[in-house]
């Protein structure tokens, strides 16, 4: 069956200018991730949505970084004014139940801020 | 907090020879331990994992990892490598209470045919 998904595969934005990532989860899915890929600081999580639950932000790294998730489906993470240090390649992942643990990555995106 | 340490950043190798990669946490409670691989240009992929049960969990390709819980370890080993497990591997745990994975820094293992 299909995996999860993520678009676009890069980005190249300009300092100050906002971003939007999308993934698609696996049909059925409810848990949802994102993480963050970075030569310096390695894998890193970001939020945690499940169901209907309000998400663990534990892992935004600061106030410009926000993420949604329509429909228990769908998740956009959004970026306001990028910054050079914002370059990396954010992952999204899902499982089936977070009792399952087993999660399942998409390709990336890779974002790169001049 | 929990955290993951994987001591070998770059593991060269020639083919056929024995693998092991160390992994360490520290997290006081019941964990759950994987290991994922990330072949050039791919994503992350599951290569084996442990919940519960047998502490010597086998996983795809050949590879094989045992939990020694007194060592706060989860190694992972391939008694023959090849040429395509060329890739970085993961190590990565999350808890019974937590919801995130923590993931180690990552080993680079190049295998030389």
């Known amino acids: 069956g299909a995996g999860v998904s993520q678009s676009p595969s890069n980005k190249v934005t300009e300092k100050g200018k906002d971003v939007e990532l999308r993934c698609d989860p696996i049909s059925g899915h409810t848990a949802l991730y994102w993480y963050r890929q970075s030569l310096g600081q390695g894998l890193e999580f970001l939020i945690y949505f499940q169901g209907n639950s309000a998400p663990d932000k534990s892992g935004l790294p600061s106030d410009r970084f926000s993420a949604e998730r329509t429909g228990g489906s769908v998740s956009t993470l959004t970026i306001q004014r990028t910054q050079q240090e914002d370059s990396a390649v954010y992952l999204c992942?899902?499982?089936?139940?977070?009792?399952?643990?087993?999660?399942?990555f998409g390709p990336g995106t890779r974002l790169t801020v001049t | 907090a929990q955290s993951v340490s994987q001591h070998n950043h770059h593991v060269i190798l020639s083919e056929a020879a024995s693998l092991e990669l160390g992994c360490n946490y520290s997290y006081g409670g019941t964990v759950n331990l994987f290991w994922y691989v990330q072949y050039p240009g791919q994503h992350l992929q599951l290569l084996l994992k442990?919940?519960?049960?047998?502490?010597l969990v086998k996983g795809i390709k050949g590879f094989e990892a045992e939990f020694i819980k007194s060592k706060f370890s989860f190694n992972l080993r391939k008694p023959s490598v090849q040429w395509s497990d060329t890739a970085e591997y993961f190590c990565a745990v999350i808890s019974n209470a937590g919801n995130m994975l923590t993931f180690g820094g990552g080993t680079r293992l190049m295998v030389k045919p």
């Open positions: 992942a899902s499982s089936l139940a977070r009792v399952s643990y087993e999660q399942y």
């Open positions: 442990y919940f519960s049960g047998d502490p």
